[in-house]
């Protein structure tokens, strides 16, 4: 599933191919795709593909394609502070997204049949923390995995605000996921075919659109253990953030927004400008006169000509900037926290234990 858009050559280019066909329409999720490098979440040697809007999966590891994550993002309405669930968290690549707009009060878990697969999630998502600009950013809502079937769930489970999941939901087993979700909540799934946006209006009242035509393996039905029965499977508790936990979040808020405040006196921009799209030059055109019985090829002169050699210009000006080699971004937040009057120990803590 996928191909519905232009393949880019990093990152960046596959977000504008992205927001250029609609597939991502607000700010907020915009911000969470960029700051999320797709090609993270690919193994060595398939990275070459990730800038495609195609499905990938080697083994048990899997990624849908951009579009789909795109719509999904769009069609959850995420806001700071709301409980997630991801039915099928797979490489955790979404679940990291989700919890960039989160945020720390946020609840942000995932249920993964293959446990090899979870193992692959909590690297990238260890990854994430200890080597990505973006984590500094952003504040975070760190995903929680667990090994299982998302058919099994425990029946006594708290509900969510939103949730999602990634595999083809049977028409018997739609109304097992109504039930996870909160009044007032959305579920997203894909069920006949349909990738659809399901609202629960009351306490029995359901709103249904569908959003997308796509394509997903059907969910794995569960085993069942020496009794008969599926065993139960517990998702992570919904616990409450100690103090420790809440004055690094205040600290680093309050460091992150000295240092927007400084900036805007300075008049300096808080975000990058947006990545230029390469030019295209187009060929001169001749136009043919008659001289005599012959046909006589001219070149055309107007300021299209001008301004197509201005472009060509541009472009080899702008390969040029891309052979000199990048500075290495500034981490203006870990760069606050370092010149802290504190005991190292602390500062380690409040940088996450970040080497860089």
Same mark, same amino acid.
């Given at each position: ?11 960046? /280019? ?22 999320? /490098?797709?090609? /993270?979440?690919?193994?060595?040697? =398939? ?31 995420? &806001? ?9 968290s797979g490489t955790g690549y979404l ?15 995932? +249920? ?40 099994? +769930? ?9 949730? =999602? ?29 349909q990738l659809t946006q399901i609202m ?43 103090? &420790? ?37 187009? &060929? ?33 000006? /702008? ?38």
């Amino acid at each position: 599933m996928g191909g519905a858009v232009s393949a880019g050559e990093d990152n960046d /280019d596959l977000i504008d191919n992205l927001k250029e066909a609609q597939y991502i329409r607000t700010e907020r999720v915009e911000q969470a795709f960029r700051a999320i /490098d797709r090609g /993270d979440y690919y193994l060595e040697g =398939y990275r070459d593909n990730a800038y495609k809007d195609l499905a990938w999966k080697h083994g048990n590891i899997h990624l849908s394609a951009p579009c789909i994550y795109s719509e999904v993002m769009e069609a959850l309405k995420l &806001q700071p502070g709301l409980s997630f669930l991801n039915l099928g968290s797979g490489t955790g690549y979404l679940s990291t997204m989700v919890g960039l707009i989160l945020g720390p009060f946020g609840i942000n878990h995932g +249920i993964e049949l293959h446990s090899d697969v979870v193992e692959y999630a909590k690297e990238k998502l260890e990854s994430f923390i200890k080597n990505s600009d973006s984590f500094d950013k952003f504040e975070f809502c760190e995903p929680a995995f667990v090994v299982g079937n998302c058919l099994q +769930i425990a029946s006594d489970s708290h509900q969510y605000d939103r949730i =999602y999941c990634g595999a083809g939901v049977q028409k018997d087993h739609e109304n097992y996921m109504k039930i996870l979700l909160k009044v007032g909540g959305i579920l997203v799934m894909p069920i006949e075919d349909q990738l659809t946006q399901i609202m629960r209006t009351g306490q029995n009242t359901w709103e249904s659109k569908n959003i997308l035509a796509v394509s997903f393996a059907p969910l794995v039905q569960p085993s069942k253990n020496d009794n008969g029965k599926p065993d139960s499977v517990g998702l992570p508790p919904c616990a409450v953030r100690n103090l &420790q936990d809440l004055a690094r979040i205040y600290i680093r808020r309050t460091l992150r927004n000295f240092i927007n405040d400084e900036m805007q006196a300075k008049g300096i921009p808080q975000r990058a400008p947006p990545k230029r799209k390469r030019k295209r030059v187009k &060929q001169r055109i001749n136009t043919y006169v008659f001289v005599g019985n012959q046909l006589i090829p001219q070149p055309l002169d107007s300021e299209e000509d001008e301004k197509m050699e201005e472009d060509k210009e541009e472009e080899e000006k /702008d390969h040029s900037e891309a052979m000199k080699p990048e500075e290495p971004p500034q981490n203006l937040l870990r760069e606050k926290i370092m010149k802290l009057p504190l005991p190292e120990s602390l500062k380690a803590y409040l940088t996450y234990f970040r080497e860089k």
